[in-house]
């Protein structure tokens, strides 16, 4: 069993940032691949990243988002620049037991944190 929490959400201008933490909870935090996806108002829930050793993105974000964890710390996090009014979404963390290179859907993922929100002024 894995418990997540993120936090470091909150209300931004456009072109600025935001860095994202989920922590975990349990021994065997190294042994997963972590993901972050987001959710917009009316929208389905869309993959953004993944880690275990090396990272994936989806296109909308690569170049101005980063995925990062810390295994001593059991976190995950995802530094968001250049941000835009798009990028406006609850934001939730994920843990996959499966090693696995682009992995991207929902429903291949164990664990959910809450959420956090993320919004982006224009």
């Known amino acids: 069993q894995v418990q997540l929490v993120e936090s470091g959400g909150g209300l931004v201008q456009a072109g600025g940032s935001l860095r994202l933490s989920c922590a975990a909870s349990?021994?065997?935090?190294?042994?997963?691949?972590m993901g972050w996806f987001r959710q917009a108002p009316g929208k389905e829930r869309e993959f953004v990243a993944r880690i275990r050793s090396g990272t994936y993105y989806a296109d909308s974000v690569k170049g101005r988002f980063t995925i990062s964890r810390d295994n001593a710390k059991n976190t995950v996090y995802l530094q968001m620049n250049g941000l835009k009014p798009e990028d406006t979404a609850v934001y939730y963390c994920?843990?996959?037991?499966?090693?696995?290179?682009?992995?991207?859907?929902?429903?291949?993922?164990?664990?959910w944190g809450q959420g956090t929100q993320v919004t982006v002024s224009s």
């Open positions: 349990g021994r065997t935090f190294s042994n997963y691949a």
């Open positions: 994920a843990a996959d037991r499966v090693i696995g290179f682009g992995r991207v859907k929902e429903s291949q993922y164990d664990y």
